[in-house]
């Protein structure tokens, strides 16, 4: 069981906009704004594609965004496109010095 | 451009020892933590530990499920981080990645991993 909570898997259309969600607690999604977001293709390594709960990397498009509120952190993906076909994971440091992952969420563009 | 090299993995029995390496390319690497992260196959992400920078005294953090049998240490003159792994069980069995910590965010640079197999 992993600390943090996501769906299994979301699917959307070409175009079309989907969230993911990823509940923590008080101790770590809610603590801080340390919520990183992995994208994880299919026998790749993960890609950093958001990090302090809303801040994308250089070079990472601006269809990926993030938010948070209180327990619960998001990840948006606007106009899905093929590429977006991944596995994506939600992480958190912790008030404990340590970090925890979110057992991730497989993502189909239909 | 960063990049991160692990080595050193491969197969090994149940109870025996493996030292993976991370080199370290691209930027100031004494500046920076280090972290690992593992991911059984067909499982999801999980953390192992961190060390910090030699500015931050070079302490190191671990997950409970290898505190005690894991230590990370790092070698800034050489740029290489190391994962010492001890007592290893079947259940350690994962591709293993090594990372650079920035801020807070544990997995902005990534190897392309480390397969350790661990089976007798």
């Known amino acids: 069981q992993s600390a943090l909570t996501q769906p299994a898997s979301v699917s959307g259309s070409p175009g079309q906009s989907i969230t993911i969600s990823c509940t923590g607690t008080?101790?770590?999604?809610?603590?801080?704004?340390?919520v990183s977001w992995y994208q994880q293709p299919p026998g790749k390594a993960p890609k950093l594609m958001i990090y302090?709960?809303?801040k994308r990397p250089s070079g990472v498009s601006n269809r990926f965004s993030g938010s948070k509120s209180g327990n619960t952190a998001s990840l948006t993906i606007s106009g899905l496109q093929a590429e977006d076909e991944a596995d994506y994971y939600c992480?958190?440091?912790?008030?404990?010095?340590?970090?925890?992952f979110g057992g991730g969420t497989e993502l189909t563009v239909l | 451009e960063v990049q991160l090299v692990e080595s050193g993995g491969g197969l090994v029995k149940p109870g025996r020892s493996l030292r993976l390496s991370c080199t370290a390319s691209?930027?100031?690497?004494?500046?920076?933590?280090m972290n690992w992260f593992r991911q059984a196959p067909g499982r999801g992400l999980e953390w192992v530990g961190f060390?910090?920078?030699?500015?931050?005294?070079?302490?190191?953090e671990y997950a409970a499920s290898v505190k005690g049998r894991f230590t990370i240490s790092r070698d800034d003159s050489k740029s290489i981080a190391y994962l010492q792994m001890n007592s290893l069980k079947t259940e350690d069995t994962a591709v293993y990645y090594c990372?650079?910590?920035?801020?807070?965010?544990?997995?902005?640079?990534w190897g392309q991993g480390i397969l350790v197999t661990v089976s007798s």
């Open positions: 990372t650079r910590v920035v801020g807070y965010t544990f997995g902005t640079d």
């Open positions: 691209g930027f100031i690497f004494g500046d920076y933590a």
């Open positions: 060390i910090r920078s030699k500015t931050y005294g070079g302490t190191t």
């Open positions: 008080s101790s770590d999604v809610g603590a801080y704004n340390y």
């Open positions: 302090d709960v809303s």
């Open positions: 992480s958190s440091y912790t008030t404990s010095n340590s970090v925890v």
